[in-house]
């Protein structure tokens, strides 16, 4: 006992589709699959449309700093120097943020 039905070509699938829309009603029919294959196009182009929205990283900026060509050591050495300060700097104003936050929500 076959559980499938037998397959069919697709000749014969469209004969049947034929068979089902010649006789006198049709209205009902035509509407419903118009709505059935409109619903279907809607819902593959809003894939295909979503697929490309927000896909590419966006673009970054690099800033480059621009040294003049006859710096000395001492320049460079300096220069290191300003900046280690100003990441200190920077370390201890957020370490003093989260020590304040700390304080503020009673961690210990």
């Known amino acids: 006992m076959a559980i499938l ?15 089902v829309f010649r006789n006198g009603d049709n209205r009902d029919r ?11 196009i809607i819902i593959l ?27 000395t050591d001492a320049d460079i050495i300096a220069d290191q120097e300003k900046d ?7 370390a201890k104003e957020r370490q003093r943020q989260f020590q304040k936050l700390e304080k503020q929500f009673g961690i210990e």
């Open 30 to 40: 035509l509407l419903g699959l118009t709505l059935a294959v409109l619903v279907t």
């Open 45 to 71: 182009i809003v894939f295909f449309v979503d697929s490309h929205i927000n896909t590419a990283p966006p673009q970054q900026v690099t800033y480059v700093q621009d040294y003049k060509p006859g710096r």
């Open 84 to 90: 280690e300060a100003k990441r200190v700097a920077t």
């Open 5 to 19: 039905p037998p397959t069919s070509s697709p000749r014969a699938a469209l004969r049947d589709f034929a068979a």
